[in-house]
């Protein structure tokens, strides 16, 4: 039997049920669903750097969003406080549209 030993989704225990296969799950503590939440945000971030079209691309940055709702809410906030942290980021120091890609500054 396979070892994932990771976070999944809420409803994949459900998903494997309906295949017959035997499985076992644990409800991990708030310290460890920090770590793996984080685990499986890097995971994500690789899948979303190794597509190779664009939908592959829009599959896993909706991966990365759904783990963005998970973290904000561990660091006792809402998506649209995150939203308005954003949002006052790029008023205040912009986004990142223009492309820019800072090549040296000066040393005084």
Same mark, same amino acid.
């Given at each position: &039997?396979?070892?994932?030993?990771?976070?999944?989704?809420?409803?994949?225990?459900?998903?494997?049920?309906?295949?017959?296969?035997?499985?076992?799950?644990?409800? =991990?503590?708030?310290?460890?669903? &920090?770590?793996?939440?984080?685990?499986? &945000?890097?995971?994500?971030?690789?899948?979303?750097?190794?597509?190779?079209?664009?939908?592959?691309?829009?599959?896993?940055?909706?991966?990365?969003?759904? =783990? &963005?709702?998970?973290?904000?809410?561990?660091?006792?906030?809402?998506?649209?406080? =995150?939203?308005?942290?954003?949002?006052?980021?790029?008023?205040?120091?912009?986004?990142?549209?223009?492309?820019?890609? =800072?090549?040296?500054?000066?040393?005084?």
């Amino acid at each position: &039997m396979p070892i994932y030993n990771k976070l999944v989704r809420d409803n994949i225990p459900q998903v494997i049920e309906k295949t017959n296969k035997q499985f076992s799950t644990r409800i =991990l503590s708030k310290e460890e669903y &920090m770590v793996e939440v984080k685990k499986k &945000m890097n995971e994500e971030l690789e899948e979303y750097q190794e597509a190779t079209t664009n939908e592959e691309a829009v599959e896993e940055l909706a991966d990365i969003l759904e =783990l &963005m709702h998970a973290a904000v809410k561990i660091h006792g906030a809402t998506i649209e406080q =995150l939203e308005e942290v954003r949002r006052a980021k790029a008023e205040k120091r912009g986004g990142f549209e223009k492309r820019i890609f =800072l090549v040296e500054v000066e040393d005084d």
